[in-house]
């Protein structure tokens, strides 16, 4: 069996096994924020009445009280949820959810 590669760190000091810096990026990678949104429901509207919109405008949206909202990553739907509260909050509680690897192929976009 061959070894890890050594490759220099990143102030050219020792050199470092691949496997550490891999596990290193990874760690990394875990620990980045992405926007993570729940949408209800999506429509076109002309410019012209979204120019009109007012407070209390109401927009009708073709999806029934109660469906189950989208939860998208990078422009991307990943899964879909209910809505909750949770105390004074606003919660999706997940009903489905995407592959993992869709997950991070998700992320990937945008």
Do not use: C, W, Y
């Not at 009109?52 to 949820?81: A, C, K, M, W, Y």
């Amino acid at each position: 069996m061959g070894s890890t590669p050594a490759i220099p760190d990143t102030a050219g000091n020792a050199p470092a096994r691949v496997s550490a810096v891999r596990n290193v990026d990874l760690a990394r990678i875990l620990e980045l924020n992405v926007p993570v949104s729940a949408i209800l429901a999506e429509r076109s509207l002309t410019v012209e009445t979204i120019l009109q919109i007012r407070p209390g405008t109401i927009l009708e949206f073709d999806v029934p009280f109660g469906s189950d909202l989208s939860l998208v990553v990078g422009n991307r739907i990943l899964g879909h949820g209910q809505a909750v509260k949770i105390g004074e909050h606003f919660g999706v509680r997940i009903t489905e959810i995407d592959t993992v690897r869709h997950r991070i192929e998700a992320l990937g976009q945008s």
